[in-house]
């Protein structure tokens, strides 16, 4: 089975562009969560999508979104970049089935702003 | 509302010594339990977990971690660290029902000094 997969791996954006990140979850996940990771914060939570609905979502500015679509893959964007946004994006795929919880993370999208 | 507390930002350990990483979580319901590492430029893989049974849970590269519910402490051990064990480390905790919304650690950096 294949594994989460994120794209681009890497990035590098200018203050005020925008940016898409791309995540393709396990076969068969409907859950996709996406997180920030900095050396300052740790890891955050940003939102989980499930079955196209977001059902939770952290405490990131309106700046960041995200979508699900109906194949379970998952966007998220960023507009207005600023310099700290510059992270690694996770993103984390779970199995309804069984509900434990578990996460399945992909390598991440590392953003650099400039 | 859940938390978890890795005490330790950082641990420096030689090679072949033992080592414990502390967790600690609060939630008001009964839990499930998480390890997870993420070496260098990679995204976060499971270690271990505990969902129910014997409290004692063990990956297949020697970690252990034992959950105690009276002392809400999920730590994590290793009797001989390998340099290979170098990475960073983060304690998640998942609430059984629900949306198993995970919450995580701010993460340990285990050093392994040859």
């Known amino acids: 089975k294949a594994g989460v997969t994120q794209t681009p791996r890497y990035l590098i954006k200018t203050r005020g562009q925008q940016v898409t990140l791309s995540c393709s979850p396990i076969?068969?996940?409907?859950?996709v969560s996406w997180y920030q990771q900095t050396p300052g914060q740790g890891l955050q939570f940003l939102f989980e999508y499930f079955s196209e609905t977001q059902r939770n979502k952290g405490n990131f500015p309106g700046r960041f979104s995200g979508r699900q679509f109906s194949n379970s893959r998952s966007e998220m964007n960023v507009s207005t970049l600023e310099l700290g946004d510059s992270a690694l994006y996770l993103c984390?795929?779970?199995?309804?089935?069984?509900?434990?919880?578990?996460?399945?993370f992909g390598e991440g999208s590392r953003l650099t702003v400039l | 509302a859940q938390s978890v507390t890795q005490l330790d930002s950082q641990v420096p350990v030689f090679e072949e010594a033992p080592v414990e990483l502390r967790c600690n979580y609060s939630s008001s319901v009964s839990v499930y339990l998480f390890w997870y590492v993420q070496y260098p430029n990679q995204g976060l893989q499971l270690l271990l977990k505990y969902l129910s049974g014997s409290t004692l849970v063990k990956s297949i590269n020697g970690f252990e971690a034992e959950f105690n519910k009276s002392q809400t402490s999920f730590h994590l051990r290793k009797p001989s660290v390998h340099i290979s064990d170098t990475a960073e480390y983060f304690c998640a905790v998942s609430d059984p029902g629900g949306y198993q919304k995970v919450t995580f650690g701010t993460g340990t950096k285990l050093q392994v000094i040859p």
């Open positions: 076969s068969g996940h409907r859950s």
């Open positions: 984390a795929s779970k199995s309804g089935t069984p509900n434990t919880g578990e996460l399945f």
